[in-house]
């Protein structure tokens, strides 16, 4: 099994959204999967400028000659592919948004209808499944529900199955160096690290770790309370 990880925090491998995607993949890694880590942040893509030369001049490729030309194929030759994003303005990053859009040339222009609704013809016969992480600064998971709404739509217009959605809230406390919050971290970083394994093996995870997760870390109380303190001590350092 191949599993591709399309990450758009623009802060790479220093964010918090990699490490819930570095736990995710070593369980997959531990159950046989071959993984690639993409930083998207890292890459030269373009906008899609809504030419539709992807449909009319050249069906299924780009005009534009950028890194998509490489992004594109491991999209499409993954298993699973893993998007990841900070939860930004409720939704996905700008970076992961850009990303999206240049995949247009992965469906034809012709319209059909499933489910009631109209939707992109496919290109292909085969389609990678998809996985979203995501975590936000917010304590409530309620934050996610645009996120979960659109991770669905997506699936649905690219003709992937959503596999599983890991959303983190409090995001910040896990890059927290705080001794009593170490074994609250360790505990949800290994979950998300069982239910990778548990999808590679299984095809699925189990329900009461996906329940696990929408449960805050810490009171939402306390949480507040520590969180405008932190921000106190940072502006207290520019007056």
Not at 30 to 58: Q, V
Not at 170 to 182: N, P
Not at 228 to 237: G, M, P, S, T, Y
Request: include cysteine; hydrophobic fraction near 40%; charge should be positive.
């Amino acid at each position: 099994m191949k599993i591709t990880v399309f990450n758009g925090s623009p802060r790479k491998f220093t964010g918090n959204t990699h490490r819930i995607v570095k736990a995710f993949l070593k369980g997959c890694e531990k159950a046989g999967a071959k993984i690639e880590n993409i930083f998207l942040a890292s890459k030269k893509i373009n906008h899609c400028m809504g030419c539709f030369h992807c449909w009319t001049k050249t069906p299924g490729k780009c005009i534009q000659r950028d890194e998509m030309d490489q992004l594109i194929p491991k999209f499409m030759s993954s298993d699973i592919v893993v998007l990841a994003t900070p939860l930004y303005t409720d939704s996905v990053s700008s970076i992961l948004k850009k990303f999206f859009e240049r995949l247009l040339p992965i469906v034809k222009p012709h319209f059909e209808r499933v489910n009631g609704e109209t939707k992109h013809i496919p290109r292909y016969e085969k389609y990678p499944d998809f996985v979203f992480i995501s975590n936000c600064g917010y304590p409530e998971y309620s934050q996610f529900q645009v996120l979960e709404h659109f991770s669905e739509r997506l699936a649905r217009e690219l003709n992937a199955k959503l596999l599983l959605k890991i959303f983190r809230t409090q995001g910040e406390l896990l890059s927290a160096d705080h001794i009593l919050l170490k074994p609250i971290i360790y505990k949800f970083l290994k979950s998300v690290e069982k239910a990778g394994y548990q999808l590679v093996k299984n095809g699925h995870v189990e329900k009461k770790i996906i329940e696990s997760w929408e449960k805050p870390l810490i009171p939402i109380d306390m949480f507040l309370k520590k969180a405008n303190e932190h921000w106190d001590e940072k502006l207290k350092k520019i007056q």
